[in-house]
């Protein structure tokens, strides 16, 4: 259960998780599908009350699950990012900047956009984080918005 409390999931989510899964049928389910259901729950609940911190970090973590799962985290991450502006616009950012972890640390492609510069209107309509060509084998680069 090391994986499950990684992700702040507890013994008792996990239950109604699995009892959710059963009541559907269809055969076993694995500690994957129990986590997947789990996080998506904890997605909608926070996206009812429009907690976008919180949002934030649930689909970042859900993008760390697809790369371990082998599975596709772009999208999980672009939303991670979409979230990250929303939040930083509630808190009164009008322009923020891409904080890249420095060259030799981010992907050539990524490096490329360290310091660029955008409204934050304009941030949520393009969404050049992630980068789509990034190389990272993680599937980012641990590239950020910060507050410009
Ligand atoms: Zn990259």
Redesign the pocket.
């Known amino acids: 259960m090391s994986r499950l409390s990684l992700f702040g999931v507890t013994d008792e989510a996990w239950g109604d998780a699995r009892r959710d899964l059963d009541s559907r049928g269809g055969g076993a389910f694995s500690e994957s599908d129990v986590l997947w259901s789990i996080l998506n729950r904890l997605v909608s609940d926070n996206l009812v009350s429009s907690d976008f911190s919180a949002l934030k970090s649930l689909y970042f973590q859900m993008g760390l699950f697809s790369v371990g799962e082998g599975r596709e985290s772009f999208d999980c991450f672009r939303r991670s990012s979409e979230m990250a502006l929303r939040s930083l616009q509630r808190g009164g950012v009008s322009r923020v900047a891409i904080s890249?972890?420095g060259r030799g640390n981010?992907?050539?492609?990524?490096?490329r956009q360290n310091d660029r510069e955008v409204s934050v209107e304009e941030a949520i309509r393009t969404l050049p984080l992630?980068?789509a060509?990034?190389?990272?084998p993680y599937g980012?680069?641990r590239?950020t918005w910060v507050p410009a």
């Open positions: 890249t972890a981010a992907c050539p492609e990524c490096y992630p980068h060509n990034c190389s990272s980012y680069c590239c």
